[in-house]
């Protein structure tokens, strides 16, 4: 399978170790990349709500650089991918801004055809095109033991209300950590905001929203939190001492890329996976899967039946009985 693809500026620095495990973990599942050549940034949020058109035509750019031949574009960043898929979508829902784009398109001797490319998450193209079974054949070390938090972030389960997952109660990167060995926690807040970029706007606002979600993972004994989107896991993890400092707790909380216990599950090095450049040290969950697994429980000793050829035992005569 082979797919355009496009890292986003997130990849190239702070979540490195996104980008390094998603390419390692399609290299395993023999899934072909194709970089975009000269992609530019997705513009993040803030850009549609200064001047749509630029916004529309910077990411229409990346579009129309998708070499021919190829229709998938992945984006494993959710607010790339968020951007991206909603953009295809207008352009051909909305004639108007399909033109319009194009014409500033034309200055770079570029065009896009709404309906050429299909956009889709890194999530999706394992779980979909590759599948749970073959995932699985590909184990060499499963995560039993590990209680993993499944945190999807609002993104992903909501691009502009065009998504096909379950946008309150998504369960893909669920049964994703199931088929690699760990148990799941439940958690009610697997879709809610991580606070986006308020920790530059509202620091107060954002370490709230921090706290109830690494809180809600403590309580429920996980072992690490799951994230597929950057700035979830930016978030959860760099300011997750300044939430605790807020709220004078003491959470130590992991929160890795399910990329990277995916490579772990193949058997690939944990520093080829990226761990060791979280603020949260993840060690311990290296150290659980190091750990001698626990012996087995005894089954309860069987009480002897007697054999069917045995005389028959004596039986008392209860008074009035008839013999």
């Known amino acids: 399978m082979k797919y355009a693809y496009y890292p986003g500026c997130s990849l190239e620095k702070n979540a490195a170790a996104y980008g390094d495990s998603f390419k390692a973990v399609t290299d395993v599942l023999s899934q072909e990349l194709v970089e975009l050549e000269d992609w530019n940034c997705c513009g993040a949020t803030e850009y549609f709500s200064l001047d749509p058109l630029p916004a529309y035509a910077l990411l229409a750019r990346n579009l129309a650089l998708v070499p021919p031949g190829l229709t998938d574009l992945v984006a494993p960043c959710s607010a790339c991918y968020l951007n991206l898929y909603k953009t295809e979508h207008h352009l051909a829902e909305r004639p108007q801004l399909n033109s319009d784009v194009n014409a500033a398109l034309a200055e770079a001797h570029l065009s896009y055809k709404p309906g050429t490319v299909r956009v889709r998450h890194a999530l999706d193209i394992l779980v979909e095109d590759v599948g749970y079974a073959e995932i699985a054949l590909h184990i060499k070390q499963p995560l039993r033991g590990l209680r993993l938090v499944p945190y999807y972030g609002c993104f992903f389960v909501r691009p502009g209300g065009l998504g096909s997952h379950n946008p309150e109660y998504p369960d893909v990167l669920d049964r994703l950590l199931e088929t690699l060995g760990a148990t799941t926690v439940d958690f009610p807040l697997k879709a809610a905001c991580c606070g986006g970029h308020m920790p530059q706007i509202n620091p107060e606002t954002a370490y709230g929203l921090i ?35 807020h709220f004078g707790t003491h959470h130590s909380m992991p929160v890795l890329y399910f990329t990277q216990v995916m490579g772990l599950a193949f058997g690939l090095s944990p520093q080829a996976m990226g761990f060791g450049q979280e603020f949260i040290s ?35 005569i209860e008074t009035g009985q008839v013999r």
């Open 211 to 245: 706290y109830e979600l690494i809180a809600t993972a403590a309580s429920r004994e996980a072992d690490a939190i799951i994230t597929l989107c950057p700035m979830c896991q930016l978030n959860l993890d760099v300011y997750q001492a300044q939430a605790n400092d």
């Open 282 to 316: 993840a060690q311990s969950i290296l150290d659980k899967l190091a750990a001698p697994p626990p012996p087995p429980e005894e089954e309860p000793k069987k009480k002897p039946q007697r054999s069917k050829k045995a005389l028959p035992m004596p039986r008392k």
